[in-house]
């Protein structure tokens, strides 16, 4: 579905400055050949929606472990529409319930992995997505 | 998925200021050079406008901090500044992992600031039309200062730096010896020197040495590391560059802090009126389209040698070699001749 290279923005919204799985998803998905924005910690859903705007993004990648995400990732999906980006893929990694996964997914983010998701799995998810899958 | 937006409204969007239109041209122009061409061809008349200002410098000296400590300082002036940051693509994967927007957080929520990042892509002639077109866009969307900044190693970067309106050359103290500055071909370029990190220890000892080499003409720079002293360099680095009429100062900014920061966007206005003042302007703008044009023109010709010419031809000649019963020159030669004939 997309012609051209897939840019992915990997951002850490919220108030925890636990970086690391940020930065190894990072890594993984410039090695697997995606061109990476990666913001940083302690972003707004503003800032974050403001980047994926700017870089043109197809897919932004959130990560939390602050347990804010019940109200920082709808943030983030309605800014993202709002803006006329409803067709960005988001994702969410951290460590979410089950049944908050499930409420996430009803308000219009794509996937949720959790601890011990490996990167190729994530990897594979966003590739079938971009083919239109 | 939705359809993709039709290339006339994303120009027409983009002309007037539409943010998400200008993101998705600059998506187009990278991805595909076609597509480029209908854009540029869109805009172009619309050009011209924005001061084009190129930052670039070895890896660590600060260039993104500094880009956006300087957009702050142009917002305080109530100029729109847009911002194209260009990373390396790592050569194993084809990816690439842009991170200069952890050093510009601070302007969301601003629509007067638009930063987009840039991966280096396939080299050299795709990277130079994509980040020139990518300028020409932010130019055309309506911003007032148009900052592109690239890593000072690879001539590929540093070119795209150099063509610019004002070329900013960022050092920073402790980076090794100002031999490294005269090899990498960046005191060439600078019409502006920012010494950044100035608040750590030598930063006057480079400033001093930068001076030096500019009275020099780049040579001698050792001399200043015996006698040399910053008050009395400074009269002289004022009378350098005498043949262009603009004496190249050499700043010291904090970009964490803020320090210094206001004299340097002062000088980049200064440059600019100067620019405009003493014709330079038009002189620069030309050395860039001139640019332009052999990037686009060299795309085509290899384009078109890649359409024209039978692999087979290729891998004749490449036999050849092997047996060496043809040397590359003639090998080379021979697929040219083709090619005009």
Redesign the interface.
Known sequence: ?R???I?VLIAKPGLDGHDRGAKVI??A????????????IR??P??IA??A????VDVVGLSILSGAHMTLCPKVVELLHA?????VLVLLGGIIPDEDAAQLKAAGVHAVFGPGTSSSEIIAFIRTAMA?G | MPKPAPTQQLIDGLLKGDRLALARAISRVEDDAAEAARIVRGVFAQTGRAHLIGVTGAPGTGKSTLVSALAERYRAQGLTVGVLAVDPTSPFSGGALLGDRVRMTGHSGDAGVFIRSMATRRGTGGLARASADAMLLLDAGGFDRVIVETVGAGQAEIEIASVADTVVVVEAPGLGDEVQAIKAGLLEIADIFAVNKADRKGAGRTVAALEMMLETGGAAAQTVLHHGQRMEMEAAASEADAEEGWPIPVLETVAVSGRGVEQLRDALERHWAWLEGSGARSAREGRRFGHMLQTLIQAEVLARMERTLSPGLRSDLVEGMLRRQIDPYSAAAEMVKKLSG
């Open positions: 579905m012609d051209g290279q840019r990072a890594r998905l410039r090695d697997a050949g995606f061109e990476v924005i990666y913001t940083g972003q707004t503003q800032m403001a980047a705007l700017q870089e043109d803006q006329g980006q409803e067709d239109g």
